[in-house]
């Protein structure tokens, strides 16, 4: 790991470089609110950062990052523009645990637009790898792997499933939790949904009551049992989603059916410009035509990085992912293959996230970051 | 308290704890002598010569043996999983008493019919964030076991509300949706209109004399745990 000295130096040549390449530097608040990382990770993310309580009951912490800060710094101060690239450099604070309270320094680069959303040409996604390029082989980094995901495309392929929508947006959800995803999918193994048995069974044993009333029974029913308030769900909430579970059955055979194919498509992996091929193999050993639209996407996002990135090998993988929520798209990682294959650069696409900041319209956002103390 | 050739062990001053643990001591015919009255915070034990017994309450024994300012510590998981970080490097179960005992549970209001699972409860959260952008609260004594489990259950869009007393009051004054919350039997969530998910036990808590990994331990030492272990077990 480079001495202090080193790291200052790496943080203000890439400062410059930056700069030179026409990004706007910004320097976000040290401090700032803990809420926003609660909502993009949830809570978990609290045993990573140092966050504390003012006297006024607001959680604040020290920054764990630098794309939200920057992304807020800029937000707070240009309700209304076309384009912003920005760019930062400094320290971060990740609390790891007792013996390794560590601040890490991270350079790095955003682009915001609100004239363009997402496009098929993946224009943004290819200026934002080839920066990432430039910025290593400006400090004589040349030896080094590139490794590429694409949410998108995984969104594409649960699309295809004939699984129920609200276990197609839970896998989608939590994509990067890797843990929670594989408990996911051992559930739908075991077969999912209420049936008529296990409606029954509820009913039963919290109302006393036999399943087959009607909607408007059982309303007046909870509310004659319920005439307090109970928190902010309405009793037709209740009785709606109930329902919904009740319709969306996946027998446990058709589970396993399901699990086997997310597994299968999981595990593709290679260089960029083979991925119709692997996706095209993926399809006819299953045979189907139910993926036509993955490979579309597939292919059409292989053709467009493989021709503005060059001749390069991608490694690209399926369940490439990030462990941070916010990346919605495209998302890629570096690693310095003279240092031990450490992460060297880690970005992608964060679209999401911008309205999460309180941007008012659809924006486009992407970005990297270089981890310094890795360099 | 650095002497070598005593053993110090924390025992509850008060309430259920204390009272259970005289009665395990008494059928195992030990007693308390020195004790002078009930404000006296320091005893010995009528088998054990070389054994300071302090009295204090649960959390501080918690503090206390990661801290290694005693030996041994009587107290319940749940506060040793709450309250002490990474406590498994420094504290390890010697003995689980038989008394004690606690469920630490995810409860909602009983009328969410559809909510069964922790997986339901993921869903009306992010629904509720997503329509609302507000998440769903979650009132707690335990906010350290309460994120853990809750991460590992992938649930994420929800707040603690910290919560003094009567957390099971929270769903129905507005100050929280669901509660985290320690039971033994279950009937005074029933009361209030709870109901325990299928999957939502997050700890079988109960009372256990733990062993500081922190305190200076010697031979003797070790010697005279041993012993005093197998006199209580």
Redesign the interface.
Known sequence: MPDNQSIQELNNKFKEFFLLEGFDYIEPPLVVSSDIYFETSGEQIRKDMFSVSSAQGIEMCLRPDLTIPTCQAYLQNNHKFDQAKLCYSGPIFRSGNVNNSIELNQSGVEILNTNTVKDSNYQEEIEIINLAIKTLNNINKVNFDINLGNVSIFIEFLNCLDLPQRWKDRLRRHFFRRDYFESLLKRIELGIGFNETRKEDVLKAHLGIKADISDSELKELLVNVNSIEFGERSIEDIINRLNIKSETIISSEKGVEIVRLIRSFLSIECELSLLPNAIDSFSKKESSKQFDTVFQMASNFSKKMKLGIGTRDINFKTDFGHSIEYYDGTMFEIEDKDNQNNKVVVGGRYDALLVNLGLDNKASAIGFAVNNNNI | MSNNSTLRIAFPSKGRLRKDLEKLLSSKKISFIDEGNDRNYIAKLSSHNDILVYFMGAKEIVTQLDEGNIHLGITGDDLVQEYM??YDSKVSSELTLNFGKANLVVAV??????V?TM?DL???S?I?RMS?S??LKVATKYINLT??F???????????VGSSGSTESA??N?M???IVDITSTGETLKAN?L?ILDDGLILNSSANIFKSQTANWSPNLEKICEQFLSSVS
């Open positions: 970080f990474d209001p009983k009328i969410w019919l559809d069964t997986a993921d869903e009306i992010h509720k609302t507000k998440r994120n853990r809750f991460s590992k259950c992938g649930v994420t869009d929800y707040r603690t769903p129905f507005g929280s949706d669901v209109n109901r």
